[in-house]
């Protein structure tokens, strides 16, 4: 069973900038993908960026050139670097992480979720 765990989270006006953390323990074989998504209220949860474990990587259009995605294999852990922040980045946000146990089944987890408020 795989285990997240967020942090990073936080209040910032808007042009600050924040760094959400994501880190993954339990019964890991490999990590394959593993993305961003948020969720603001009244609105469905949405794929804010996403990274390969080859680290090609994906965003939605709306943070293109202002947030960045990465990761540090070695650690299990996935980062967004969040900068120029806007009241609309206002969200819960939530990693996912698809990896292969170590009894072999492919398992897609999520986070916690983190709350991210910006304000004007």
């Known amino acids: 069973q795989v285990h997240l765990v967020e942090s990073g989270g936080g209040a910032v006006q808007a042009g600050g900038s924040l760094r959400l953390s994501c880190a993954a323990s339990g019964g890991i074989f490999r990590i394959d993908d593993m993305g961003w998504y948020r969720q603001a209220p009244g609105k469905q949860r949405e794929l804010v960026a996403a990274?390969?474990?080859?680290?090609?990587?994906n965003y939605a259009d709306p943070v293109k050139g202002r947030f960045t995605i990465s990761r540090d294999n070695a650690k299990n852990t996935v980062y967004l670097q969040m900068n120029s922040l806007k009241p609309e980045d206002t969200a819960v946000y939530y990693c996912?992480?698809?990896?292969?146990?170590?009894?072999?089944?492919?398992?897609?987890?999520w986070g916690q979720g983190t709350q991210v408020t910006v304000s004007s």
């Open positions: 990274i390969t474990r080859g680290g090609n990587t």
């Open positions: 996912k992480v698809e990896a292969l146990s170590s009894v072999f089944a492919r398992v897609a987890t």
